[in-house]
């Protein structure tokens, strides 16, 4: 059965370094999403993007972070300098229709030290 | 704000019984429903989605949903302690032309042998 996969599945970082989280949706899903859990809290939406471009993003996407789809496969969450409270459980998901069932990859787990 | 209201739990239940767990949202103009289980460390999964006002049954779930209340509703039947998770309800809004996946907190059932 199709999956989402995500690398790595734990990474950990110093504070103020950058680090890109790589996401593989299913082969034939067209849009995309980063969602990001906190340790006890709830999953928040961070990002969706559809044809290569940022379709809505949260309070909680600022500049220092980007995605990109550099190829016909992979999505990628950058965070350029990490901080403390970015330490969390990080989650891409696709999906094939816009408005339909979103399926999540294993997530990546960050520690910012 | 858009939101996605749960009780947190934990619902406790004895194997065998019916659980019932309980979802409202803030958006009248919402389309689509999710039920994702989520075991601690791991990601969401996805159970069951709804989009018409009425009962959806797969297996031992049934997803209800009632737009004119703003509720949607998971039953779970015959309970085993193996569906012990985390059930998230996801509420899909329309926002700048696309969509994106709200979250509510999550009940806790914990399933007692």
């Known amino acids: 059965e199709p999956e989402v996969t995500q690398t790595p599945s734990h990474q950990v970082t110093q504070m103020g370094q950058e680090v890109i989280l790589r996401c593989v949706p299913i082969s034939n899903h067209l849009y995309f999403y980063w969602y990001r859990q906190i340790l006890g809290q709830k999953v928040e939406f961070l990002v969706s993007f559809y044809n290569n471009e940022i379709s809505e993003k949260s309070e909680i996407f600022d500049d220092q972070f980007s995605v990109e789809r550099p190829d016909g496969s992979n999505f990628t969450l950058k965070i350029r300098s990490t901080k403390l409270e970015d330490s969390a459980m990080y989650f891409c998901a696709s999906d094939r229709i816009l408005n339909t069932e979103a399926f999540f990859g294993q997530g990546t787990r960050l520690t910012v030290v | 704000q858009k939101e996605v209201e749960q009780n947190s739990g934990p619902l406790s239940v004895p194997e065998g019984a019916i659980a019932s767990l309980n979802c409202t949202y803030s958006?009248?103009?919402?389309?689509?429903f999710f039920w994702y289980r989520q075991y601690s460390g791991k990601s969401p999964e996805l159970i069951m989605s709804i989009y018409s006002n009425g009962d959806k049954e797969d297996g031992r779930f049934t997803a209800q949903l009632n737009k004119a209340s703003q509720y949607v509703s998971l039953l779970i039947r015959d309970s085993q302690p193996s569906d012990s998770a985390t059930y998230l309800c996801?509420?899909?809004?329309?926002?700048?032309?696309?969509?994106?996946?709200?979250f509510g907190t999550g009940t806790r059932l914990k399933v007692l042998a």
């Open positions: 958006d009248r103009g919402s389309q689509s």
């Open positions: 996801a509420v899909n809004y329309l926002t700048s032309g696309t969509y994106k996946y709200i």
